[in-house]
């Protein structure tokens, strides 16, 4: 996978995918997702892969607008429209999941809603997200179509994401633990890949 490649076509895309209209039905399925994962206000969120900001106003929602929401995208089209949907309590960056620019410790909840296929080192991926978990964090990696269901709609595509993967369930389990992350939670069915994992509070955290 390349990555350049795959960034021009996501800053080729973006206005296009700012228009796409959102399905009410798929709002509800998605706070659905954001609900398991505990979002509350005060967090520190990150929505990695942001895109155009889709998540913005459910993941708002889910706090009563009082959270620290920072989308994040590689593609800086997808950055620039999302910040068109943004307010004051958000900060929209450019950055790469692979190399993340924070330090440790400081998210409460990282959601990648519709990314992981496109990210050409996932274990790398992973575990900079887990480093920049605080211990007791949440990641969610969510879709709204089954693995099987999103690698052929890749295929069909074809150009740049041809060859973009969701692991099936059992390669995921076992990229997540490698990470050193805890799964909550693990499905893949025809309409959803839905993983939630934990950055379990370490003995040498609490002594
Ligand atoms: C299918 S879109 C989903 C966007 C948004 N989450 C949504 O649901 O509308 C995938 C997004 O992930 C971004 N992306 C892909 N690889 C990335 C990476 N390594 N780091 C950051 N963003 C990435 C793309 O630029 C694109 O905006």
Redo the contacts with the bound molecule.
């Keep these: 996978m390349d ?1 350049l490649e ?2 021009r ?3 080729q895309i ?1 206005a296009e ?1 700012a228009q ?1 209209p959102i399905e009410p039905e798929n709002d509800r399925r998605l706070l659905e997702c954001l609900r398991r994962m505990q979002l509350d206000s005060g967090q520190r969120i990150l ?9 913005f106003h459910l993941i708002e929602s889910c706090t009563n607008g009082q959270s620290h929401l920072l989308g ?4 800086f089209e ?1 950055t620039r429209q999302a910040s068109l949907k943004s307010n004051n309590s958000m900060q929209i960056i450019c ?4 190399w993340m620019p924070f330090q440790e410790k400081t998210f409460d909840s990282i959601i ?4 992981f ?4 080192r996932k274990e790398q ?1 992973l575990v900079e997200f887990y480093r920049i978990l605080k211990p007791g964090g949440r990641l969610g990696v969510f879709h709204l179509k089954g693995s099987k269901e999103l690698n052929q709609l890749h295929r069909n595509l074809g150009g740049v994401v041809h060859d973009h993967r969701l692991p099936a369930p059992h390669q995921m389990h076992q990229l997540l633990k490698e990470a050193g992350f805890e799964i909550e939670m693990g499905e893949d069915q025809s309409d959803r890949y839905f993983f939630i994992s934990v950055k379990r509070i370490s003995k040498d955290f609490l002594h």
């Design positions: 990555d795959s960034q076509y996501f800053n973006a995918w796409r929505d990695v892969g942001c895109g155009t900001g889709r998540l994040m995208d590689y593609a997808m950055g790469d999941a692979q990648a809603f519709g990314l296929p496109h990210i050409a991926a």
